[in-house]
């Protein structure tokens, strides 16, 4: 419903308004075109079928031939007034245009409408947070990371060797050598750390290692797997409680410097 | 007359004290015969209360017994999860499967896991993207490294495929767009390989993740594909595999995360941070999304003649909770 007008329903009106002009009611003598699967009838009702509703409207196939098609709508309504004629024409000019466009977009990949089942998609949906809170991604991710750091897949490039050199600790006795080599060599590394890790928390690792060092230098060798385990341990606690006892042992941590010896160890360890 | 008495005798009961502490249950009238709504919820709530206690009772029981028994203990019973219980499937993976092997070397990936072919991937979205999927694409590229993005414009599919492949693509993905979201993701091995189709949720963008990373770099990630264990589940793990450049760049340290649960594939891109040897620092970046999948065609995308490997048929395969299909 426009503001001005009010549309036509019935289905043979020609040009869609509700008028006195253009109702196919209203008028004795009226002409409409229609489509049907594709292809155009001229519909023509005149005064004399009044009485038979049921051959009222006579039916005319119009040719494909656009051209030809006006042509014909013309010699059929030919006496007919000018109106009338005309927008039949405007009519079926607009049909066949419609018709080209539809079978031009038939031709393209055309959306298909899927309809969802809202059923299903609450119980997808459902499922997915479950699924999302069962899989806990940080876990799996760090853990996976730790795996590959562990199986050497990075290689030489962060340089936490801590199994291999205590590795090579236990191959070796429990001497004050080689000690004074871990020390050595834990020193050498944390000056490597300290290049290397500029911007990481070269701080933190570098007590975490003088805790080590520390604390393997004091005990024995057979208690080397409990200060493995203690220290690890602590380590996995998390950071502060670590900061504790790191910053405690900070100010008497002394940096022994032995002479070189086998420098082959470190090659072992790595 | 003992049902007549229980009744009346607990509805006294229920009127006069609040939460008696010793409270005679046996009798034989059940918490649902009281008609009356209030005494029978506060019936219910006594009785609730009861079952709480003998439960925790019958705990601290279990404990004690356990500490008790000290080393001899039997060991503590595993919770169910539905990873658990999870229907075996047969069609599993074994990782010393030779067969297996044997497929996966001659598979369509094959060039790829040989270091013979570089992928080098295009992404393109349905027709007419909105705001949101064009910034997915974009992010999107960013991850993967090699990519392109593309606008539709209204090309059909089967004639951008002999293009890309004329032009050295390795790979296709369009991500459908349904409502100004994107929706579907449609993944395909360009040299003849196969086209994989999923139904993508929850996309977040990464100004939407709550975290303060920088962008994702040039470098290669590595990746992680976590639980693919059927066979169905390791074609699709190789394949985001290919996506990816076979060396990734460690310096870069980011990582590409597809976790395989329940059927959901998550993906997740991460920066991370070696603390120390038992520690790592993960921080979130780049977009997130999940991905279920919906059919797996053999060769390219042909969505009549396609020879389909594996369709998703609701009717028959969500029919149980425990099983699971990637």
């Known amino acids: 419903r426009t503001k001005t007008q009010n549309f036509c329903r019935n289905e043979y009106n020609l040009t869609g308004l509700c008028n006195r002009s253009s109702c196919p009611l209203a008028n004795s003598q009226y002409a409409t075109v229609r489509e049907e699967k594709g292809r155009c009838y001229l519909y023509m009702k005149t005064i004399e079928r009044a009485a038979f509703p049921r051959r009222l409207w006579e039916r005319v196939l119009l040719s494909k031939n656009y051209e030809k098609a006006l042509e014909e709508i013309d010699e059929n309504l030919i006496y007919w007034p000018r109106f009338i004629r005309h927008k039949c024409k405007q009519r079926f000019t607009k049909i066949t245009q419609y018709l080209i466009r539809i079978r031009k977009l038939t031709l393209k990949r055309q959306r298909k409408l899927v309809p969802l089942r809202r059923k299903i998609e609450r119980r997808e949906n459902r499922r997915e947070e479950k699924a999302l809170i069962a899989a806990q991604l940080d876990n799996a991710i760090e853990k996976e990371l730790l795996e590959r750091l562990k199986q050497d897949t990075y290689g030489d490039i962060y340089n936490f060797p801590i199994h291999a050199f205590d590795k090579a600790l236990q191959q070796q006795d429990a001497e004050s050598e080689s000690e004074s080599d871990a020390e050595k060599e834990e020193d050498d590394e944390d000056v490597d750390k300290r290049e290397f890790v500029e911007a990481d928390d070269s701080d933190l690792s570098d007590f975490e290692d003088m805790d080590k060092l520390e604390t393997s230098s004091e005990e024995e060798q057979e208690e080397e797997e409990e200060v493995e385990k203690k220290a690890s341990h602590s380590k996995s606690k998390g950071k502060s409680p670590l900061k504790g006892p790191a910053r405690r042992k900070r100010p008497y941590i002394e940096i022994e410097y032995e002479e070189e010896t086998e420098p082959t160890t470190k090659t072992k360890a790595a | ?326």
Not at chain 2, 71 to 78: F, M, N
């Open chain 2, 1 to 326: 007359a003992g049902d007549g008495g229980g009744p009346a005798g607990s509805a006294a009961e229920g009127g006069g004290l609040p939460a008696p502490q010793r409270v005679l249950f046996p009798p034989t009238f059940s918490v649902s015969e009281i008609k009356n709504k209030q005494r029978r919820h506060f019936m219910f709530l006594r009785w609730k209360q009861q079952q709480r206690k003998e439960k925790l009772a019958a705990k601290k029981k279990r404990r004690k017994e356990r500490e008790a028994l000290g080393d001899k203990a039997p060991p503590k019973a595993v919770p169910k999860t539905i990873e658990n219980q999870r229907v075996y499937d047969e069609t599993t993976v074994d990782p010393n499967d030779e067969e297996v092997a044997f497929d996966e070397a001659t598979d369509e990936f094959a060039p790829y896991f040989n270091r013979q072919t570089v992928p080098k991937i295009l992404i393109t979205t349905s027709d007419r993207p909105r705001g949101r999927t064009v910034r997915f694409c974009e992010q999107l590229s960013t991850v993967i490294p090699n990519s392109h993005v593309y606008y539709r414009r209204g090309l059909a599919l089967k004639r951008i495929i002999p293009q890309c492949i004329a032009r050295d693509f390795t790979d296709l993905i369009v991500i459908n767009e349904d409502r100004k979201i994107p929706n579907g993701l449609l993944l395909s091995h360009l040299p003849d390989g196969p086209t994989a189709h999923f139904r993508m949720s929850s996309v977040r963008l990464r100004k939407e993740i709550k975290r303060k990373g920088k962008e994702p770099t040039e470098h290669a990630p590595e990746v992680i594909l976590n639980n693919f264990t059927t066979r169905l589940g390791h074609s699709i793990g190789r394949m985001f595999a290919s996506l990816f450049p076979h060396d990734p760049q460690f310096i870069g340290r980011q990582v590409a995360t597809f976790h395989n649960q329940r059927d959901y594939i998550f993906f997740r891109f991460h920066r991370y941070i070696f603390k120390s040897e038992k520690k790592v620092g993960i921080q979130e970046l780049g977009p997130r999304f999940t991905l279920k999948l919906r059919s797996l065609q053999k060769g390219t995308f042909d969505s009549k003649f396609g020879e389909y490997e594996w369709i998703h048929k609701r009717r028959e395969m969500d029919t149980s909770r425990r099983k699971f299909h990637l």
